[in-house]
């Protein structure tokens, strides 16, 4: 196990750039024996305690000026069971490596989110999603996992082990220990049909149901300061596999939508009034394709322009007045936003503070590229998504406190009693948890 103090260049920030934070030192355990170790010196020296992975969050949920906990040695595979369809994961092990090593395997997750930078345990104690009708976030496929708790013990829950701590741990927000290890369901490896087209807002917002209840997996993006969209359609496929070709995968995704989009966000960042003409461009800049591949290569997609985001989950009955509202405020404004708006969706599921808990939700996340100043956009935005009962990213820029997340989470009680009978002494406590649990 190595242990480092944080000195002159001990900073530690996050991948938007906007959270930074001087842990007293830093430890990257091997084992979980050294992580509880880890935990227990923490308390000994009156520390606070944090994990951080890649640091995709923009909240400061993994922020911390005690001991911050590097898990990138706590990687790999554990163990495979093809009869119970489970894979079993440490936790620093980054999505990208499991997701490969499964298709390796003939094997899959049944949904993921857009990117794979993450770790599984970053990645599901903030509650990271995709898109889909049937199938929920990525914590929602957990089947059981392990963490070290604030005396050092190790704990496994399931729905049959501990199945309040199960209940609440799936999205745990680094609150109620540290997980060492994940187990997900996982069935065998299957193909996906992308289908990928502009389409008018009005169109995808009047026809919004029929787009949700066709299709296995919809999401679209709108330009603001447009009335364009590009709209995603993933579905299984009986086959034959037809990958984006070579060239024009280079050429769309990372030619266009990284380095073309990178520099006229540049250029956007220098010039404001420029944007919307540059939205306009950037609106047409993709045609329509379709191709057939395996899961993780048609839900992600590369994510090299840097920027800070806010998402919220709405009742998805409420979404379409939602984006309503969100563009009659961008067109009235004198704001210019060069990033487009994510919208997905995902069915109700049980983890007591899930973004879908208990409900039918849709995601909607607005960005704006790093370094330009975000929060007229973010608080305008954030009054209309709090309006409609919006339920804030656990990663993901927003104000919220206790008081109000207590409101929109009928379980939300469950969680806090659970925090007082596994850390009651807040040994994984920082300042964004204390907003948003209280104290």
């Known amino acids: 196990m190595s242990s480092t103090a944080s000195g002159k260049n001990g900073t530690w920030r996050n991948w938007g750039g906007n959270v930074t934070a001087r842990p007293a030192r830093e430890v990257t355990p091997a084992t979980v024996q050294e992580l509880a170790a880890a935990v227990l010196r923490a308390a000994e020296d009156g520390l606070p305690v944090k994990a951080v992975g890649t640091g995709h969050s923009f909240t400061s949920i993994a922020a911390t000026g005690g001991v911050l906990i590097r898990p990138q040695l706590l990687t790999g595979i554990r163990d495979i069971d093809r009869e119970a369809g489970t894979v079993t994961v440490l936790a620093g092990t980054p999505l990208k490596r499991l997701n490969v090593a499964l298709a390796r395997e003939g094997l899959s997750l049944a949904n993921m989110g857009d990117i794979m930078e993450q770790t599984v345990s970053g990645a599901t104690s903030t ?37 309040e701590v199960f209940a609440a741990a799936r999205i745990g927000l680094g609150a109620l220990g540290i997980v060492t290890a994940i187990t997900f369901a996982i069935e065998p490896l299957f193909l996906l049909h992308a289908r990928e087209e502009p389409m008018p807002l009005d169109r995808v917002l009047a026809d919004f149901d029929e787009l949700w209840a066709e299709n296995e997996h919809f999401e679209f993006y709108w330009f603001p300061h447009t009335g364009s969209t590009t709209t995603k359609r993933n579905n299984r496929s009986a ?5 984006v070709g070579p060239f024009r995968g280079w050429f769309e995704d990372e030619f266009l939508s990284n380095g073309v989009f990178q520099a006229a966000n540049w250029v956007g960042r220098a010039a404001p009034a420029a944007i919307p003409a540059l939205a306009r461009i950037s609106s047409r800049a993709l045609s329509a394709r379709s191709y057939t591949d395996i899961p993780y ?83 305008a935005a954030e009054r209309i998504f709090t309006a409609h009962e919006g339920r804030p990213h656990w990663g993901k820029v927003h104000t919220r ?16 009693a659970l925090r007082d009978r596994l850390d009651p002494e807040r040994r994984f406590q920082n300042d964004y948890l204390r907003r948003v649990l209280g104290a």
């Open 127 to 163: 509650g990271t999603h995709g898109t889909g009708r049937d199938s929920g976030s990525i914590a929602a496929q957990i089947t059981a996992l392990e963490m070290v708790t604030a005396d050092g013990s190790l704990l496994t829950c399931s729905a049959e082990e501990n199945p």
């Open 239 to 243: 086959g034959p596999e037809r990958p």
């Open 297 to 379: 290569r048609v839900f992600t997609s590369p994510r090299r322009v840097r920027f800070v985001e806010m998402e919220y989950a709405v009742p998805r009955e409420a979404v379409v007045d939602t984006l309503r509202e969100l563009k009659a405020m961008v067109d009235r404004s004198p704001l210019r936003i060069s990033f487009p708006v994510e919208v997905r969706t995902a069915p109700a599921d049980d983890i007591t503070l899930s973004t879908a808990s208990g409900r039918d939700s849709a995601y909607i996340a607005v960005h704006m590229f790093r370094g330009t100043p975000y929060q007229r956009y973010f608080t």
């Open 401 to 416: 406190d206790a008081e109000y997340l207590a409101g929109v989470y009928p379980r939300f009680g469950e969680f806090t």
